[in-house]
């Protein structure tokens, strides 16, 4: 069985360190304690696949395309106001790019993407329960080794105060982590609750058999599946108390989805009448409103309705934000303002210092110019379709791989949903897991597609 149990990934970080994959793994299994050893391991393992497979790597179509937009970005760059900030803005883009490409050649299978939805859903598990203790039990901490080689800073209460954030820097960023691994717990957990059924019908067709003189063969530790049961609960409950309406809408999102792949419309009907409860306590006309705020908990209807921050001032609107961000667009099209120019003009222009406008897609296509924030958006689309028509199309995919291959899928449909309502580059950890997540689905795409081109020959 491919990876699929947890003391195959516990057997497998024992084993010596044989190849580049091991690397990453690792790399991501310690990038949420330490970013910096994750990405200088990640570095060297994308240079090495470079060196060793760059023609292979210079001849897919979809890198040509990130080439591309790499040399419109460096364009842009070079028409910004401030050049200096726009060139340096384009390290939270260009590495990744590379970081992509490499990676993309690297995880080719199935197996590797149970590895590393394993690795990431084992690593997250120490960050939640820093969180948890953050939260509820006012864990503080200010720890450095060698200045940013091992950096943690815990905040007591959360940042901001009553929304857990543990080692991030803030809560919408932890809450955008934790609806990834989620995601990724959740398929892993479906996937051996159907392994604990197969074999369990397995044993009665056995047992139901006359005259069998030996008994069924045990199946497999229950280990795995309670392990990921116990990983998702936690991570279900960080991220409720992140305060994110980004995240929980995120997470509602992905058990729907998972509901409908698997079938179950029961499960369907009851989180969209638990959904709609909570929708209507938040949005519905006052007398409606009451009926429902009976049962649903204020610390819901409140976040989503913003009566638990009546005083926001308006430049901190999404809706201002997005508006200004357009309106900035429109004014420079073709090149944008430059890259990290948003927060710079939207100070003078509100008084109000603010990091970036709550949507990839708008920041983009104001700091850079509609032609690249264009492209961006059409390798992304270009990713998903590849990855839905291999999930629906190809034959030489067993049943038993296809629910992992659907969960990052899913990962990289709720990072877009994600960055529609926020912008996740900012942080090195999600950028590079994100990136990651679309290597992955790449990688396994090109591989069966020239499976299936060996096949037809």
Partial sequence: MLGASLN??????????????????????????????????????????????????????LNWGFALLSLLLIVSAGFAQDKTTAFLGLFNLLPFFLLFAAHSDLIQTFAQLRQMAWILVIGSMPVVIIGLGQLFLGWSLKFEILWI????????????????????????????????????????????????????????????????????????????FLFLTVAVITNFIALIFTNSRNGWAIAIFACLAYALYQGWRILVGGVAAIVSSVLLAAFAPLPVAQVFRRVVPAFFWARLNDDMYPDRPVALMRKTQWEFAWSLAQQHPWTGWGLRSFSQI????????????????????????????????????????????????SKYINT????????????????????MVDVTLFDFR????????LAAICGVVHHYHEQERFVSR
């Avoid at 700091?367 to 028509?389: D, H, K, M, R, V």
């Fill in 346 to 393: 939207y100070k003078a222009q509100m008084q109000i210092p603010l990091g970036h406008p709550h949507n990839l897609f708008l920041m983009l296509s104001a700091e850079t110019g509609f032609p690249s924030a264009f492209l961006f958006c059409g390798l992304l689309a270009w990713i998903l379709i590849t990855g839905i028509q291999l999930l629906q199309k």
């Fill in 400 to 419: 038993k791989d296809r629910l992992i291959f659907f969960s990052y899928l899913l990962a990289f449909v709720g990072w877009i949903l994600l960055n």
């Fill in 149 to 224: 080689v091992l950096a943690w800073t815990i905040r007591p209460g959360g940042n901001p105060p009553g929304r857990i954030a543990s080692l991030f820097l803030h809560a919408n960023t932890f809450a955008a982590y934790l609806a990834i691994i989620f995601i990724l717990a959740l398929g892993l957990w479906l996937e051996q609750w159907r392994l604990g059924i197969g074999y369990w019908r397995l044993g009665i067709s056995k047992n139901s058999v006359p005259n069998r003189q030996s008994p069924v063969t045990s199946p497999q530790s229950p280990l795995p």
């Fill in 8 to 61: 195959k990934v516990f057997n497998y970080f024992k084993s010596r360190w044989q190849s580049s994959w091991n690397y990453s793994l690792w790399a991501l299994f310690i990038f949420p304690l330490s970013p910096l050893v994750g990405a200088v391991t990640l570095g060297i393992v994308s240079l090495i696949t470079w060196l060793k497979q760059s023609r292979k790597i210079s001849r897919r179509p």
């Fill in 430 to 437: 999600l950028n590079a897991l994100s990136w990651l997540i």
